[in-house]
């Protein structure tokens, strides 16, 4: 179940004439991916922002082209004309530096079909002795042009309170959700990111195409599940720098990055045609080192004949040691095998690694600790256990002396701490310290 939305505002336009300088000129902030190249928007981005006391979204588009259609570019059209058709008011945006071109005319034309509430944009006047250039668009019939320059701000601000000023305020919105679990959808390029996406939203949210690399931008979705609330985050693939080739696949690549930082739970997709590739690990690498919950999903199960799921899983591990702390779902974006339960794994998780041990737990863990043979062996007793951090958990061992310790007993502490307390799906770290001496 959705909450009420918010009034939308969508940005369109042919490619390259600005859309995403003026989506972040007016979010603030650098959210889409700006580039000379045109194609760089593919999905619908959204971003909520607030206008002399006003909230309503944002969305940024994919650029409009007539005359070159092939899949991609059919796919982007689909976007679009879904975003003009969930928005209130529409920003058109032109090119006064390029003039008036055929694409312009040819999105005029279908914008002109609507009832919606249309300002036309004419972007780049980068001077207000320049803005007779805007008088050539009158021709577009969609009234008066609105000369604006998104990387200098001329215009953007009047423009805003004119919609501000005369946009419809919902009288019972639902506030947007301050306790909205955070999952980033991640994983290399074309392993089905969007499509697991759709198949939770049951629509087609985010493009889906089978060349990789379509999604370049992180791409939030908010919705309910079993009466919680939850952001979804799609993201661009991550892939290994040297194979970095354009601009926007770099930027790409540093967005879902980011997006792993704000997630609480990260949601790693993997081909499972593919098993383990060396960018899965860096994936999932980047996930454990951000303290971050992790779900393995494995993908594309359908097409996997006569392989057992538990001998699969144990491939997984042996090619990477830590997926053995993570819990692994088996899915098929295509058919919905396993997309609700690999929900049914987020909350469990965001719960777990928010938990906090009180004294008592803590001091019922240290003697078990120093009861294993392990430690006895080593001769070894810790004097406290204390947690210094909760999402990740964070504990710290104190000791007379920190001689002894070293890798391998860091690492046997953490994975005592996983034999006896349930930590899967989590990284946790352990430390030691040496104890202070009371003051007297």
């Not at 601009?247 to 081909?271: L, N, P």
């Not at 058919?335 to 998780?349: A, F, G, M, Y």
């Not at 000791?399 to 046997?412: E, P, Q, V």
């Amino acid at each position: 179940m959705q909450n009420k939305p918010l009034p939308k505002i969508a940005i369109v336009g042919r490619p390259n004439v600005g859309k995403s300088s003026l989506f972040n000129r007016i979010v603030g902030a650098r959210h889409a991916i700006v580039e000379s190249a045109s194609g760089t928007t593919r999905d619908r981005l959204y971003a909520d922002i607030k206008r002399s006391g006003k909230k309503f979204t944002i969305i940024d588009t994919g650029g409009f082209e007539a005359l070159r259609r092939n899949d991609i570019t059919d796919l982007i059209l689909k976007q679009l004309d879904r975003a003009i058709e969930e928005a209130d008011v529409i920003f058109f945006v032109t090119d006064g530096a390029a003039g008036l071109l055929h694409q312009d005319r040819e999105l005029a034309y279908r914008l002109r079909k609507t009832a919606k509430k249309i300002y036309l944009l004419v972007n780049k006047v980068d001077d207000r002795s320049q803005n007779a250039k805007a008088l050539d668009f009158f021709e577009l019939g969609l009234g008066e042009p609105h000369p604006v320059s998104a990387v200098n701000g001329i215009g953007i601000d009047k423009l805003l309170d004119e919609v501000a000023e005369n946009i419809e305020k919902p009288e019972a919105h639902a506030a947007e959700r301050a306790d909205a679990i955070k999952v980033a959808i991640v994983g290399r390029p074309n392993v089905g990111k969007s499509s697991y996406l759709n198949a939770i939203l049951n629509e087609e949210r985010a493009i889906v195409h089978s060349m990789a690399g379509t999604t370049r931008d992180a791409l939030d979705t908010d919705f309910e599940y079993k009466g919680r609330a939850y952001r979804l985050i799609d993201t661009a693939g991550i892939r290994h720098n040297t194979k970095l080739e354009v601009a926007a696949d770099f930027y790409g690549s540093v967005r879902a990055k980011e997006a792993i930082k704000r997630c609480d739970v990260a949601v790693v997709i993997v081909d499972s045609s593919d098993g383990l590739r060396e960018d899965d690990e860096r994936v999932v690498e980047f996930c454990i080192k951000d303290g971050k919950a992790v779900i393995i999903a494995i993908n594309k199960w359908d097409l996997v004949k006569g392989v057992d799921i538990v001998k699969y899983k144990e491939l997984l591990v042996k090619k990477m040691n830590a997926i053995r702390n993570f819990p692994v779902v088996f899915i098929s974006c295509k058919t919905k095998r396993n997309i609700l339960p690999s929900l049914d794994l987020i909350l469990p998780l965001y719960e777990k690694i928010r938990k906090t041990f009180g004294t008592t737990e803590l001091e019922e863990i240290l003697k078990e600790l120093n009861n294993s043979p392990e430690i006895r062996n080593r001769r070894l007793k810790f004097e406290y256990l204390k947690m210094k951090n909760v999402n990740p958990p964070v504990f710290v061992l104190g000791m007379k002396t920190l001689r002894g310790t070293n890798d391998n007993l860091r690492r046997y502490t953490e994975n005592f701490l996983r034999s006896i307390r349930d930590f899967e799906g989590m990284p946790i770290s352990v430390s030691f310290e040496k104890r202070k001496k009371a003051r007297g």
